[in-house]
T-cell receptor
Framework: DGGITQSPKYLFRKEGQNVTLSCEQN?????MYWYRQDPGQGLRLIYY???????QKGDIAEGYSVSREKKESFPLTVTSAQKNPTAFYVC??????????????FGSGTRLTVV | AQSVAQPEDQVNVAEGNPLTVKCTYS??????LFWYVQYPNRGLQFLLK??????LVKGSYGFEAEFNKSQTSFHLKKPSALVSDSALYFC?????????????FGKGTRLSVIA
């Protein structure tokens, strides 16, 4: 079955270190998105990519970076510049067309904790 | 700019009673509206969507939502709540003709169904 795989499920980082979260999809979708989920704040958009080799900043991009070198992969790096990185990170991808659109496909998320 | 408001952080309802989870939105033009559910330790799952047509939309697990253009609302409803409906619910929106721009999510409403 097609889907989105995020790894690892849990990640611990020391302050001052960069860390990269993996997001892989086998849906053949062009677009991929990264959201951050915090209690009481819902999902906020970090970065999004509509096509390979292109990406745009979302609402809370500061302290994060991404790449989109392959259609299947959209890794997110949480840098040491991110002041409050402890959160649940969710990768998502919209369907190719609106026809038969059952909404986004979401990964199961990565919980990042800074220790 | 697009925005979603879910005015209730928490909704408590007795099993067997009807439930409503509220959502209001702001968008330029016609909206494309979604409801998603997140069960504990799980990724977000699609419940239902509204694009055009009937104002009452039926979705998964017996849920439905009513689109009200004049009140810019898209409240989620279920005639008879189950304990298994206890979860975190997110409303999301984007402008219908905005291409594939990412959805904007509300802050979420935690539904607790008490036996």
């Amino acid at each position: 079955d097609g889907g989105i795989t995020q790894s690892p499920k849990y990640l611990f980082r020391k302050e001052g270190q960069n860390v990269t979260l993996s997001c892989e999809q086998n849906l053949n979708h062009d677009a991929m998105y990264w959201y951050r989920q915090d209690p009481g704040q819902g999902l906020r958009l970090i970065y999004y990519s509509q096509i390979v080799n292109d990406f745009q900043k979302g609402d809370i991009a500061e302290g994060y970076s991404v790449s989109r070198e392959k259609k299947e992969s959209f890794p997110l790096t949480v840098t040491s510049a991110q002041k409050n990185p402890t959160a649940f990170y969710v990768c998502a991808s919209p369907p190719l067309t609106r026809a038969g659109d059952y909404g986004y496909t979401f990964g199961s998320g990565t919980r990042l904790t800074v220790v | 700019a697009q925005s979603v408001a879910q005015p209730e952080d928490q909704v408590n309802v007795a099993e067997g009673n009807p439930l409503t989870v509220k959502c209001t939105y702001s968008v330029s033009g016609n909206p494309y509206l979604f409801w998603y559910v997140q069960y504990p330790n799980r990724g977000l799952q699609f419940l239902l969507k509204y694009i055009t047509g009937d104002n009452l939309v039926k979705g998964s697990y017996g849920f439905e939502a009513e689109f009200n253009k004049s009140q810019t609302s898209f409240h989620l409803k279920k005639p008879s709540a189950l304990v298994s409906d206890s979860a975190l619910y997110f409303c999301a929106v984007r402008a219908l003709n905005s291409g594939n721009t990412p959805l904007v999510f509300g802050k979420g409403t935690r539904l607790s169904v008490i036996a």
